[in-house]
């Protein structure tokens, strides 16, 4: 699985996925762990493979569904070794200690503003939030917030991508969606930076 995780090919993970039956959906969300665990592949793969096998809305919910029970296996994985292990840059130190000592209400938002981020490795803000003293029901909440519309417009551009001969605007228009994100998250990550 892990393997075929890495590998990129969505029309492999999907007939894996569809082949599952019953247990489709948890197969799905099984791949989303590994991914989330291993920290580094980008789940647009995944949820092309899932658009293909549920459908768009189906797809989108699974792989939304997926994201959200990956993060948070991914964050008491990472928060029970990681600290220890890791070495932080210094420049980052600064942005998880000012995340820690916000308000919850506020680490909800500068969490929800990181997964805003579509095509982005989403075990990276696991590894990042382990980091930092946010309690798990604040990084679920930011977590389940900030992956909606982040996995919509994901299911759209792999939508998209899967009918470009029809859908060729439509997957303009997501890249520019994507384009706009980008800018507005390294906004708030500068601003978060700046908070002493």
Known sequence: MVKLAVSGDVQAISEVISGA????????????????????????FLTGANILVFGFYGGFLVSWAGEVVGAVISFMLFRGGARSVLKIRP???????????????KQIYFLSVLRLAPFFPSGVINLFGALTTVPLINFLLATALGKFPALLLESAFSYNMLTISKNYINLGISVLVAVLLYFIIKKEFSRLKNIS
């Open 91 to 105: 420049d980052h130190m600064k942005v998880i200690r000012a995340i820690s000592l916000m308000p919850g209400k």
């Open 21 to 44: 039956g019953a247990t489709a959906i948890l197969i799905s969300i099984l791949f989303n762990t590994v991914i989330s665990v291993l920290g580094v592949i980008p789940s647009v």
